[in-house]
């Protein structure tokens, strides 16, 4: 049931590594996507909320939660203004723009729009990206909701005249748009900057997430996932252990609330994206994902049922307050100790610490996301956020990748590595969060990435807005087969089936 094949022992080892780094710095469990605090299908939410719900995953905070079959998209570049594809530029003996920017300095100006959204990781390769701007760069950034965000990016690429030359996703939104031909394929850039950059220590499990087809659509800059964070404090002072089973959740949610935190466990499920990465999260812990690699779905099994029962009861037993909440929510709750156990993006670990926004600083701790048995598959995620270069951009592909190079080359990621997982093996810093152990856990046992099938985009957007609708009053029997009919019916309409 777990994950063990060759590219997952690589995450294992890279993850493994942070851990040993934190460790080794005197912190305990590391993290940090994002793809999705949400992601979602490239329509609303998803790693995934940050992140990545663009780390819930690709829109909810992830990225939207977040195909037709994909040509490959041609290599030869992207439409110049008058539509036309361009090649990459050829080489130029240009002075770097400087230490932190050590890429050529156009010799016109080039403006880069980029859309995506916040949080502290994505700033900091903001900060990166802008170190740039002293050269012949110049960057408008704009950063929304993560719903929001990959609504806008959905409409700009569906005009075919991209105002955005850089869009921040999780693989998931990544997977979707690469499989309608929006982004621009960067085998060819990669391999020509791979010595340069020494872009083989980006490790081929997170190239692989950004991938379709072998063909590559994004550098990817954060590793997220969920997993549990708790107020040790709390705990310690009612005698309580965290919890490691949904059962055991059970248990320990009257506890807290019999002590007075009226939200014994926070978990956003207020959201279609959210509701889908919890749900594929949980029934892969009964042994069953959401959606078979060949597109057909499990929603009509007892462990779907039993999948959307559990999240059912999580509402019901440990705070119906999770129907309203969004990722912030949840996240400033355990900052102000008003929630002490939550489920949550690794890449909000890093905000537990920060004294301008956290009245709990050294008291949160990590542990791995909730499983439905003693040693089987984790209800967690495992997502990556990443930059991709729209197709028929109006700038030369090759100087948007390079401003991106520029970004997320070691020392960005070195600097990006204080706020969450990055994905260079051999990126560090002595000041990174303290759940390392808890997200490498979480993502080495937990359900893995989302399925590439092009019609998978299409299954998460319809289970996702049909278990919502559990919080109307619909029964889950109903909200499943709701999914089924609908998910069926289009994904057949667009020939995916």
Known sequence: ?????????????????????????????????????????????????????????????????????????????????????????????????????PIPNPEDNVEIDLIGWEFPIVVQYADELEECAEGNYTFNIQFLDSAQATEQMNLDLATGSPNFEIIQASNNVIGELANQGYLYPLNDLIEKYRDQFDLDQVDPAFLEMGSVDGNIYTIPMVSNTLHTFYNQAIFDELGVDVPDTFDELFDLCPVLQDAGYDTAYGMRLSSPSSWYIHFDSVISSLGLRSTNPDGTTNWETPEALEAVNILVRILEECSPLNGSYSVDDVQAGLQTAEIPLGYLWASRAGAMDDPEASTVVGDIAFAPALGSTPGGVRGAPAYIDGYAIPMNTRVDPELIFLAILAATDLESMNAAAEFGLVTRADATNPNAPRNALAAATSLVEGRGADSPHPAAGIARAKIGEALLTILDGVSPEDALAAAQAAYIAEATEQGLL
Do not use: F, H, Q
Request: charged letters at 35%; glycine letters at 10%; a negative charge.
């Open 1 to 101: 049931m777990k994950n063990k094949n060759a590219t997952w022992r690589m995450l294992v080892a890279l993850l493994l590594v942070l851990g040993l780094i934190a460790a080794a710095c005197g912190s305990d469990d590391d993290e940090d996507t994002s793809t999705s605090d949400d992601a979602a299908p490239a329509s609303d939410d998803g790693a995934a909320d940050d992140e990545g719900d663009a780390n819930d995953g690709a829109a909810d905070d992830g990225a939207a939660d977040d195909g037709a079959d994909d040509d490959g998209a041609d290599d030869d570049g992207a439409g110049a203004d008058d539509g036309d594809a361009e090649e990459p530029a050829e080489d130029v003996e240009l002075a770097l723009i400087s230490d932190e920017c």
